[in-house]
């Protein structure tokens, strides 16, 4: 069994990711800005470029070279302080971890990436965004701006989870010769803090509740968790660039003519 590092250890999905890979064996390395007890070793605020660089040195530390797994899965939705650290989190945070933790992924076999997106990265309003074009390029600043500008976390949101999307498909290509996998699973609705925020926000609350899943119901962590426990696993040896949509049927009612 490896060794895997997990963003948003502490609360959700993060939290149910880190108890199914635990389960299964795995030593897990748990990162959070919150703490909790069970899972999260590594204290850092990934929307900052010094936290992210905390972040990195203290889980190589920890793995002692034996890091063989990285799950993103620290964001924050639309209820967020303000727009820019959405993307500064959801963006940043899960691209600088995965360069800065590459080299110790490749020092073992079979390494393997999952990065929680969303199924709001399919809205039409992020893939036009100028957002998503500073976050592909690696200019925070820049993005930072943009979104300050823009003032719409809902945007914000949408385009960092399509730039992390399309990201992690360029790194699947440009690295899997190198044998490293990097999959992307997109949640719809799913009953954490972040979903439960969002409900009760006067701005979204009333569009996120009316917005159902064709299966009728919102997710639970241990379903996302599941998916994930099988890209990082062994059985997916050959899914890279994937985007799975664990998602109770969303994208397929929103999108069937897509895929
Ligand atoms: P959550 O709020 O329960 O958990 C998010 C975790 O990320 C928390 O423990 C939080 O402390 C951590 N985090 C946030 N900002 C951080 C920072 N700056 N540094 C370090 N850690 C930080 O939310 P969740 O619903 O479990 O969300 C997990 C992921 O799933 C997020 O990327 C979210 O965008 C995505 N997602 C969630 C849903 C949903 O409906 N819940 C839907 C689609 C995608």
New binding site residues.
Partial sequence: MSVIAV?????????AVCEFLANQGHTIIG????TDEKFTQVS????SPQ?RVAAIEHVKALAKGQLSGLV??????VTAPDAA?IT???FF?VTELVEGLKSDLYQNDNPAVVV?????ATAQLAGPHAMVDTMLGGDETQTRQLAQSANAPQIS?AAS?YAVTCWARQQAAAEGNKGLRINVV??????????QA?KEDPRFGEAVKKFVAPVGR??Q?AE?AATVGFLISEQASFVTGSVLFVDGGMDAMVRAKYF
């Fill in positions: 963003t948003g250890s502490a609360s959700g999905i993060g939290a990162i959070d800005r919150q850092a605020d990934l929307s936290g993103c899965c620290a964001g924050v939705g650290l500064s989190v959801n945070g929680i997106g969303s199924v709001a949101y989870k997109a949640p719809g609705a799913v009953e954490t803090p972040l979903h969002s919102a997710g962590p996302i």
